[in-house]
């Protein structure tokens, strides 16, 4: 019943911009915290950054001063805005969101099914 779709993915050169979005659709009452996972060919999934309902944001170190993680809650909506995009930042990019369909029922943690962002010259 809920659905999150990513999209903004793509191929970008060293040292350029991407901004990823995530929108949420389908039955939702709330949505709790919202994140950014990635994950390359042959490496452990992280999570790349994250964000409360109510806009504190947490990030890996690796992507510190780089990557802005937000959301834009009318829209049901996270985004990450990534600079200075480097190689090692090739991956999956996931994400994922806690979400209540109605009033007084449990939450389920839902994930997109991804999109590619590669860094390469």
């Known amino acids: 019943q809920v659905q999150l779709v990513e999209s903004g993915g793509g191929l970008v050169q060293p040292g350029g911009s991407l901004r990823l979005s995530c929108a949420a659709s389908?039955?939702?009452?709330?949505?709790?915290?919202m994140g950014w996972y990635r994950q390359a060919p042959g490496k452990q999934r992280e999570l790349v950054a994250a964000?409360?309902?109510?806009?504190?944001?947490s990030y890996v170190d690796s992507v510190k001063g780089r990557f802005t993680i937000s959301r834009d809650n009318a829209k049901n909506t996270v985004y990450l805005q990534m600079n200075s995009l480097k190689p090692e930042d090739t991956a999956v990019y996931r994400c994922?969101?806690?979400?209540?369909?109605?009033?007084?029922?449990?939450?389920?943690?839902?994930w997109g099914q991804g999109t590619q962002v590669t860094v390469s010259s």
């Open positions: 994922n969101a806690d979400v209540a369909a109605y009033r007084g029922w449990s939450t389920n943690r839902y």
């Open positions: 389908g039955s939702i009452f709330s949505i709790n915290a």
């Open positions: 964000i409360t309902s109510g806009g504190a944001t």
